[in-house]
């Protein structure tokens, strides 16, 4: 195995690593607001809303994430309506449409995440301020949303571990991220075991990077209950 072709990938392949964190943190902004809708539609009490955003999650959750690409990439356009409408210039653009699908499905699974968060929240603090005269709404912002962001912040920053890998799935689609760049230099090299081996390097770097800020920012956000 030539180890010299390793050490040369790396730097070439660091060229989309720009590519690969915009596809990264668009999608998860847009993602975590997807999610929230979701989470408020869940708890709202109301069926006509709670259906609707079940469906919407077991129907993410429940299909690859490459079919989704796939789908908003080469299916959405061929509705004669989808290119004649505002979001055309986003849809014809496979950036517009890799983001498009990263969003939604890092949405299905955040929505879960923060689901699970709000409901792990003890129901005698609610209870406690609501004898308080706290409102629904205040308690719902005061007491819950904290709790459950200290509580759902280890899945989240799993999910966006997750999503970060699944921005490789973008290069399938002629996006010029790292994993694209890559297959550019096998393309060239004829050598992929040396060429994805210095792509995983890559990958496990970035994770490594990620869990330890999520973890930095549990300690900051526990540092009253470590006391």
């Given at each position: 195995m030539n180890i010299g072709i390793v050490f040369d990938a790396i730097p070439r392949m660091l060229g989309g690593i720009v590519m690969t964190f915009q596809l990264l943190?668009?999608?998860?902004?847009?993602?975590?607001?997807?999610?929230?809708?979701?989470?408020?539609?869940?708890?709202?009490?109301?069926?006509?809303?709670?259906?609707?955003?079940?469906?919407?999650?077991?129907?993410?959750?429940?299909?690859?994430?490459?079919?989704?690409?796939?789908?908003?990439y080469y299916g959405?356009?061929?509705?004669?309506?989808?290119?004649?409408?505002?979001?055309?210039?986003?849809?014809?653009?496979?950036?517009?449409?890799?983001?498009?699908?990263?969003?939604?499905?890092?949405?299905?699974?955040?929505?879960?995440?923060?689901?699970?968060?709000?409901?792990?929240?003890?129901?005698?603090?609610?209870?406690?301020?609501?004898?308080?005269?706290?409102?629904?709404?205040?308690?719902?912002?005061?007491?819950?949303?904290?709790?459950?962001?200290?509580?759902?912040?280890?899945?989240?920053?799993n999910e966006v571990i997750s999503l970060m890998k699944s921005t490789a799935l973008a290069s399938t689609i002629t996006l010029v991220d790292m994993t694209g760049i890559g297959r550019t230099i096998v393309a060239e090299t004829f050598a992929p075991y040396q060429v994805f081996l210095s792509l995983a390097i890559v990958y496990v770097a970035i994770t490594w990077i990620i869990q330890r800020s999520v973890k930095r920012l549990e300690v900051y956000l526990g540092r009253s209950t470590a006391r």
């Open positions: 943190l668009l999608s998860l902004a847009i993602g975590t607001i997807i999610a929230v809708l979701l989470l408020l539609m869940r708890i709202s009490g109301r069926w006509w809303l709670s259906w609707p955003a079940q469906f919407y999650t077991y129907v993410f959750r429940g299909t690859p994430i490459l079919v989704q690409i796939f789908i908003v959405l356009p061929q509705f004669e309506w989808i290119r004649e409408s505002i979001f055309w210039p986003i849809l014809r653009d496979p950036f517009g449409c890799a983001i498009l699908a990263l969003s939604l499905n890092t949405g299905a699974y955040l929505s879960e995440i923060f689901r699970g968060g709000v409901l792990a929240v003890e129901r005698g603090l609610l209870e406690a301020g609501a004898a308080l005269g706290m409102s629904a709404t205040h308690r719902f912002i005061y007491i819950t949303t904290p709790l459950a962001i200290r509580i759902a912040l280890p899945a989240y920053g």
